[in-house]
Nanobody, 117 residues
Framework: QVQLVESGGGLVQPGGSLRLSCAAS????????MTWVRQAPGKGLEWVSDINSDGGSTYYADSVKGRVTISRDNAKNTLYLQMNSLKPEDTAVYYC??????????WGQGTQVTVSS
């Protein structure tokens, strides 16, 4: 079955960095675009970034552009999100997501990122 397992979250001071990972299994990882989405406390889901199947095209929300880099290693079936210059407003649970087709949208369990001094 499809599994997405996020890791790498934690507590970091403002201005710090984190790298999130999402280990994927149960589907042909290299064939699908992948997405990072976050949910801040008390707020709805916010799209963060997309990457196409071969990693050649990336897209970012304005709120993170210039501070975040999405990447993937298709040999390791792993998606990454490098986050730099973190701000308190980046505090959220970060999820990776893949859409395999109609009614086939999958999410990981999420990893908590807390930016605080």
């Amino acid at each position: 079955q499809v599994q997405l397992v996020e890791s790498g979250g934690g507590l970091v001071q403002p201005g710090g960095s984190l790298r999130l990972s999402c280990a994927a299994s149960g589907f042909t990882f290299s064939s699908y675009a992948m997405t990072w989405v976050r949910q801040a406390p008390g707020k709805g889901l916010e799209w963060v970034s997309d990457i196409n199947s071969d990693g050649g095209s990336t897209y970012y929300a304005d709120s993170v552009k210039g501070r975040v880099t999405i990447s993937r290693d298709n040999a390791k079936n792993t998606l990454y999100l490098q986050m730099n210059s973190l701000k308190p407003e980046d505090t959220a649970v970060y999820y990776c997501n893949v859409n395999l087709g109609t009614w086939r949208d999958y999410w990981g369990q999420g990893t908590q990122v807390t930016v605080s001094s």
